[in-house]
């Protein structure tokens, strides 16, 4: 049996559901702040992430491909971040700042499938650009804390950690760590969670930091004490509290980020529950990623993608899975038979012109039982029977398969009767 290659999925009517389900409650949130829905292309060139982007994003996790006519490579896109730098780039003298965009839509990375992660995902994007203030992060955490809350997550299950890279090159400055090697360091530092302390401290000396160092890193690594030290740390989660998001969000100095374009800002949301070190989504702030992918000026910007995988299982996990109706029909037009066939089709057509989603069952030869049996295994709420009678006295049967009553209406009444099984 042919399999949907490895990493990719098939969307049945339920998983299209509840993708749908998930753009509307983004949808939702970003227009409650005032955000503009855009998007780019699905196939960018390499060159645009191979600047900014992490090294093992474009070289191990990128679908790349050769275009036939110039032979440039180019590649799946991996992530959004790059394209909304260029877009703006390209238009930079046109647009309105700070801008406020948001995107919902597919990315591929070549890694290894398991739960929560695959090859091909739906992706979130919320982003502001040409504002420098602490107050663009703090609003984009906000933001995404509002979205959890949307989905049914509280703050006792899920935490936004936030950490400030400028705050931890200030904190390598004292420990002695040269600018050459801050790059591996921070990468380290991303993978962290994810080792053993002896494994961790073992990949620190093998980019060249010395016992001190190792010991110096680790120590300020596990300080939460960030007051006196940073004043921008010190405003963003001021502000944080200011727009009621405090219980969501706590700092973290082992949050670094894996892209390279990261400068300021940076957060992720994880799990709380104990023993499980879950990541939801991350985010934060670059100030020269607009120039470097061929703008006149800096544009700084901040922003935030979460993936649709981790965010599905995490729900079922914790047993808030939305209960979702896959199926628009309302109603069925049975076909009593074959002498009544033409007169089902005008009354199918006349549903529908009244809005209200209706299937007209074809054949006439399948017994009128075999047609109600299949309306109430598909979840069909209503069905209509039009048979010779009913036609002779301008009637129809409605037979409503939640409530078990079946009465027989004029076909006008069919409008309001119809109409009450909402979408």
């Known amino acids: 049996m042919l399999k949907p290659c490895r990493g990719m999925r098939d969307f049945y009517p339920n998983d299209l559901a509840f993708r749908s389900w998930l753009y509307q409650k983004a949808r939702e949130v970003c227009q409650r702040f005032g955000y503009q829905e855009y998007d780019g292309p699905i196939v960018e ?77 739906y992706q979130w994007n919320v982003d502001i650009l040409g504002e420098d203030s602490v107050n663009a992060d703090a609003e984009i955490i906000a933001l995404s804390c509002q979205f959890l809350e949307g989905l049914g997550f509280n703050s ?138 061929g703008g006149k000026r800096n544009i700084g910007g901040v922003g935030l993608a979460a993936g649709d995988m981790v ?31 033409r007169e089902s089709i005008e009354l199918a057509r006349q549903l529908r012109s009244w809005n209200i989603a209706t299937e007209l069952f074809f054949d006439f030869r399948v017994s009128l039982a075999n047609q109600l049996r299949y309306a109430n295994r598909k979840g069909i709420p209503q069905v209509v029977i039009l048979g010779p009678k009913e036609i002779a006295e301008g009637q129809v049967v409605l037979r409503n398969f939640k409530t078990g009553e079946q009465k027989k209406i004029a076909v006008h009444q069919l409008r309001k009767e119809c109409g009450k099984i909402s979408l």
């Open 311 to 341: 965010l599905e299982a995490l729900l079922a996990d914790l047993g808030h899975s939305p209960t979702l109706s896959y199926l628009p029909t309302q109603v069925l037009v049975t076909i009593f038979d074959e002498a009544c066939f």
């Open 156 to 293: 006792d299950e899920v935490v936004v950690k936030i950490n400030d890279r400028k705050y931890m090159n200030w904190k390598m400055d004292l420990i002695g760590i040269p600018l050459k090697k801050r790059l591996a360091v921070f990468r380290l530092i991303d993978k962290k969670g994810k080792v053993s302390e002896d494994s961790f401290m073992a990949m620190l000396r093998e980019v060249g930091l010395s016992s001190l160092q190792v010991r110096d890193l680790n120590l300020a690594l596990k300080d939460r004490d960030y007051s006196g030290e940073s004043e921008w740390l010190t405003e963003l989660f001021s502000a944080l509290v200011d727009l009621g998001v405090k219980d969501w969000v706590e700092f973290d100095p082992t949050v670094v980020r894996g892209l390279d374009y990261y400068t300021d800002t940076v957060f992720e949301a994880y799990t709380r529950e104990k023993g499980v070190n879950r990541a939801l989504f991350g985010g934060g702030r670059y100030q020269d990623l607009v120039r470097d992918v």
């Open 45 to 121: 060139s390499l060159s645009l992430y191979a600047a900014k982007s992490s090294e093992e994003l474009i070289k191990k996790q990128g679908f790349t491909f050769l275009s036939k006519r110039d032979k440039k490579i180019l590649v799946l896109r991996p992530e959004l971040t790059p394209t909304l730098a260029r877009m703006v780039a390209a238009r930079e003298q046109e647009l309105i700042f700070p801008l406020r965009w948001w995107s919902f839509g597919p990315f591929f990375r070549y890694e290894s499938p398991q739960k929560g992660r695959g090859r091909e995902f």
